[in-house]
């Protein structure tokens, strides 16, 4: 294996329920101890994986999917049909703030003395981009509410700092890019979809550039949303000379989808996700003994 150049970034996409395979690969990588990283990226779900992982509570994740986010009180399509939420963040947040809270002092008291760098995916609604937040003790858990707010299926209104926000995977869904203009020279990404996954423009993009016509930067953004997917795919498969990219992610027609309530089709995607994060661990380390 290579020599890297430069950071090493982890990079973890987003998707809603479909991040559970990701929670998967970051248990197996807490679980060994895993943490060669100097910056870690995160989006809507994959920014709360993240942020679990480095705060040490490597069954978080998974616990707050089988607890919370798969039952009905969370994701509730006749709530959504008569004008409410479909993914109700707001009650999320509150309960599991309430009951099963990040470790914020491990958290950052582990990045600062290694000198790593968090940073969590949002996009702007008046400019239309992304913005990599850097979040502190007393942000973090808004910052990860903004990143999850999904256009149309979360009907609040967010804001980081001063400016509405939204799901970060609206203006950029998996950072390598971004990881790569912060110096990293490999970059680990976690998909949640397949790696040969290419997006097309859906309903909730055509609906949501109509919905947020008062915004029409952000609904540009929704609608450029497949082709900047893309482009991060194919920098992900056509990286610049001397970068190193690491991908684990779901083979075709596995995995839940954004929505996905069967604890079941869950649990499966989890132990493929850690199945998947244990032979990366592995393979790394017999990497290194052959150097």
Not at 102 to 121: Q, S
Not at 237 to 260: F, K, S, W, Y
Request: aromatic share 10%; proline share 3%; net charge positive.
């Amino acid at each position: 294996m290579k020599k890297r150049a430069g950071k090493w970034a982890l990079v973890v996409e987003g998707g809603g329920m479909r991040g559970v395979f990701a929670a998967g690969v970051l248990n197996a990588f807490g679980k060994a101890g895993f943490d060669p990283f100097d910056l870690y990226i995160g989006v809507s779900a994959g920014a709360c994986n993240l942020a679990s992982h480095l705060a040490g509570q490597n069954d978080r994740n998974f616990d707050i999917i089988e607890r919370y986010s798969s039952t009905k009180r969370f994701i509730n399509l006749l709530r959504f049909v008569r004008g409410g939420h479909l993914m109700d963040l707001d009650w999320l947040w509150d309960v599991t703030i309430l009951e099963y809270r990040l470790d914020l002092k491990r958290l950052f008291g582990t990045l600062h003395a290694r000198e790593k760098e968090f940073l969590v995916a949002v996009t702007s609604m008046d400019r239309g981009e992304a913005l990599y937040l850097r979040p502190d003790e007393t942000t973090l858990e808004h910052a990860l509410k903004v990143s999850s707010a999904l256009p149309l299926l979360y009907r609040g209104n967010l804001f980081a700092d001063t400016e509405r926000a939204a799901d970060g995977g609206v203006a950029d869904s998996i950072p390598v890019r971004e990881a790569y203009r912060r110096g990293a020279g490999r970059i680990t990404v976690i998909r949640t979809r397949a790696s040969d996954y290419r997006m097309a423009a859906g309903r909730m993009e055509k609906l949501g550039s109509m919905a947020f016509r008062k915004h029409p930067r952000f609904a540009k953004a929704l609608e450029e949303r497949a082709e900047n997917y893309n482009a991060s795919v194919r920098f992900i498969n056509d990286p610049p000379v001397g970068i190193i990219i690491d991908e684990i992610a779901p083979l075709p027609g596995e995995g839940p989808g954004r929505a996905t309530r069967d604890m079941r089709v869950l649990r499966l995607a989890y132990l493929r996700g850690v199945e998947r994060g244990s032979d990366f661990v592995k393979n790394y380390h017999a990497g290194e003994k052959t150097r």
